[in-house]
């Protein structure tokens, strides 16, 4: 009997000595027309904008975000922004709003037109709509922001993208599905906005999508021990663990 009992506590003791899971990243990579691709899918979790308005400080790094970093299952810049890091487009983050949305002229890629509005409803689900087709809400939207070009609008390729351009860098941006899921992909090699829209239309099947950045692009990805710090970023959107939906903000 002495011995039988001195087994069970070894075995007890074993067990509580197991290290805890490791959380599973919400990220996976795929490969398509010879390069690589992360794609972070949210999971239901909730989507939070960190994006500074006139008179505040912006959160140039996610090491600056205001959150516990185990309720975090990613986070991505998150549109275009000026040389203090505030956005030049369309940006609101719990129906509150820190810059109007930005239909001039102009040159860069936010000014491809047409370009386009993510968007978060109030009850959770994800669009992509043209900057000038915003629609009115009833109850303001969790989240907006503003960036360019639109990559696929309506299914179908932005018509002033060239098949496979010589401009290359690593890029981001965010596409929705047909049912409302937003898919945030950042590519793993230098590629053509091209090649990058055919990702989401071709291989993610999203109707819609949106082109986020091409030089600063940066993905944190806490359960993989990832968090790009080679630059200062604008808007930041952060994807919380779906258990983790109180998780503290700013």
Sequence with gaps: MIRLFLMVLLVSGCSKAEPPAQAESACREQRFEGAGFIVCDPRKGELRLFAAAE??????RFAELPVEPAAVAFAMNAGMFDDDGRPIGLASSGGKPTHAVNLRDGPGNFHLKPNGVFIVTAGGAAMIVPSDRIPVFRVAPKLMTQ????????????????HDGSSRYVRNGVGVTADGQALFVISNDAVSLGKFARFFRDSLRTPYALFFDGSVSSLWDPANGRMDAFTELGPIIVAFRPAAESAPGP
């Design 147 to 162: 960036s360019g070009p639109l990559l696929v609008i309506d299914g179908q390729l932005h018509p002033k993208l060239a």
């Design 55 to 60: 008179g505040e400080r912006a959160i140039r």
